[in-house]
């Protein structure tokens, strides 16, 4: 089957750094996409990893270790909307083939 | 502006009636999505379709069915077989070969009594 496990929520400070775990077992690797959505909306692209290693955009960084079968999003300077849930996802192979999600993390920012 | 659009945002259906759900784009994509969310759950594949008049079930098919009859089109309905059919319903879409981002639409939420 297919798994990925990620915390199901997550707390931390405006102005801190929180990284989001997210461990992956499926039948075939291709590569790992990090998703935000805020309540109510549409998840919107943040970060792909294709290759092993850290991948940073702005605030956002993330990484990947395909020998451990493991990534983590990393969110700097954090703002209070940044408050949403986060989903890891992955690419089992090439071309337009659908993406397995995890359950998501739910980030709440307090000030 | 190119995206995705799904109508309606809110529908309201009683048991046992059908219901279509719409999704069009204008990104010229070939390949198209429906995911189900339910509170608190991730995005659970449930058809897919990578080129017109072709389309794959996910892994949650059951009591639903899809046509792509245009690339721009990828309607849904949920029929009186599905035993959960109350949800947030997401179409997403991604475009040429080796492009690894999926576009999502604004989705519709489900309610059936």
């Known amino acids: 089957g297919q798994s990925l496990e990620q915390p199901s929520e997550v707390t931390a400070v405006e102005g801190a750094i929180v990284q989001i775990n997210c461990t992956y077992q499926?039948?075939?690797?291709?590569?790992l996409s990090w998703y935000q959505q805020h309540d109510g909306g549409a998840p919107t692209f943040l970060s792909y990893n294709g290759l092993d290693g850290l991948e940073e955009t702005g605030r956002f960084s993330s990484f990947l270790s395909r020998s451990d079968s493991y990534g983590y999003l990393l969110l700097q300077e954090l703002q209070m909307k940044d408050s949403a849930s986060y989903f890891c996802?992955?690419?089992?192979?090439?071309?337009?083939?659908?993406?397995?999600f995890g359950k998501g993390t739910r980030l709440s920012v307090i000030a | 502006d190119g995206g995705i659009t799904q109508s309606p945002k809110y529908l309201f259906r009683k048991e046992g009636q059908n219901v279509t759900l719409s999704c069009e784009q204008n990104?010229?994509?070939?390949?198209m999505y429906w995911y189900r969310q339910d509170p608190g759950q991730g995005l659970r594949l449930i058809y897919y379709s990578q080129i017109v008049n072709d389309f794959q079930k996910g892994d949650i098919a059951e009591g639903y069915s899809v046509s792509r009859e245009k690339k721009e089109s990828f309607p849904l309905t949920v029929t009186s077989a599905q035993k959960n059919p109350t949800a947030f319903y997401l179409c997403?879409?991604?475009?040429?070969?080796?492009?690894?981002?999926?576009?999502f639409g604004p989705g519709t939420r489900l309610t059936v009594t």
């Open positions: 990104l010229n994509h070939d390949a």
């Open positions: 499926t039948s075939g690797f291709y590569g």
């Open positions: 997403a879409s991604t475009g040429t070969s080796g492009n690894y981002e999926q576009y």
């Open positions: 996802a992955v690419r089992r192979s090439s071309g337009n083939t659908p993406l397995v």
